[in-house]
């Protein structure tokens, strides 16, 4: 499967973004979705999954109760909706895809990913 993510930007901070992950060469619904991001000089880091049938969902801590992870398989799309952005949010994103059997299960390790995408940049200013 190839992915397209897309939507990133400059915002202010306090502001909202949503960013798209288009999936292309293979149906998205056999797939977990995560996301993740690398800010400059630092690893890349985990910030949100969702599972195969979209009802199962984890966030990092960094980012929970801002971010929203959703998919619309009949599209072949994943989205992250980003509110309350701070400058702290600042990274490249990257969307990433793992095929497992099970409909409810998730994944946070990086590693544990197949397929990513080219990563699209978000820049917070204060």
């Known amino acids: 499967v190839q992915l397209q993510a897309s939507g990133g930007g400059l915002v202010q901070a306090g502001n909202s973004l949503r960013l798209s992950c288009a999936a292309s060469g293979h149906t998205l619904n056999s797939y977990v979705m995560g996301w993740f991001r690398q800010a400059p000089g630092k690893e890349r880091e985990f910030i949100a999954t969702?599972?195969?049938?979209?009802?199962?969902?984890y966030y990092a801590d960094s980012v929970k109760g801002r971010f929203t992870i959703s998919r619309d398989n009949a599209k072949n799309m994943v989205y992250l909706q980003m509110n309350s952005l701070n400058s702290e949010d600042t990274a490249v994103y990257y969307c990433a895809a793992v095929a497992l059997f099970s409909m409810i299960g998730i994944t946070t390790t990086a590693r544990t990913y197949e397929y990513w995408g080219q990563g699209t940049l978000v820049t917070v200013s204060s």
């Open positions: 969702i599972s195969r049938s979209g009802s199962n969902f």
